[in-house]
Nanobody, 115 residues
Framework: QVQLVESGGGLVQAGGSLTLSCAIS????????MRWYRQAPGKQRVVVAVINSGGRTNYADSVKGRFTISRDNAKNTVYLQMNSLKPEDTAVYYC?????????WGQGTQVTVSS
């Protein structure tokens, strides 16, 4: 089992920055990759950033160049640094851990970007 707890969401003006954190506990060694997803009101949950066990990252086109996913293995934490935020980035952001057997989700953290 893996437990994920997100934090760092909030209200920010367009052009501002936020850093989300995802604290990981449990069977950490079973995790192959970590993802950040987001779900805007009335829309499907979509992946925005991925980091695998080798440290390779990938981003959705909509956030490329603005968001950075990283991890601190000593703290068992994954981060999502979000810069140049836009109103369309408003969503609930979820942390996801993927192992060979299943995926795990955090409870989500709300990010609201005002224009």
């Amino acid at each position: 089992q893996v437990q994920l707890v997100e934090s760092g969401g909030g209200l920010v003006q367009a052009g501002g920055s936020l850093t989300l954190s995802c604290a990981i506990s449990g069977s950490i060694s079973s995790i192959d990759s970590m993802r950040w997803y987001r779900q805007a009101p009335g829309k499907q949950r979509v992946v925005v950033a991925v980091i695998n066990s080798g440290g390779r990252t990938n981003y959705a086109d909509s956030v490329k160049g603005r968001f950075t996913i990283s991890r601190d293995n000593a703290k068992n934490t994954v981060y999502l640094q979000m810069n140049s935020l836009k109103p369309e980035d408003t969503a609930v952001y979820y942390c996801n851990a993927l192992s060979s057997l299943r995926g795990y989700w955090g409870q989500g953290t709300q990010v609201t970007v005002s224009s």
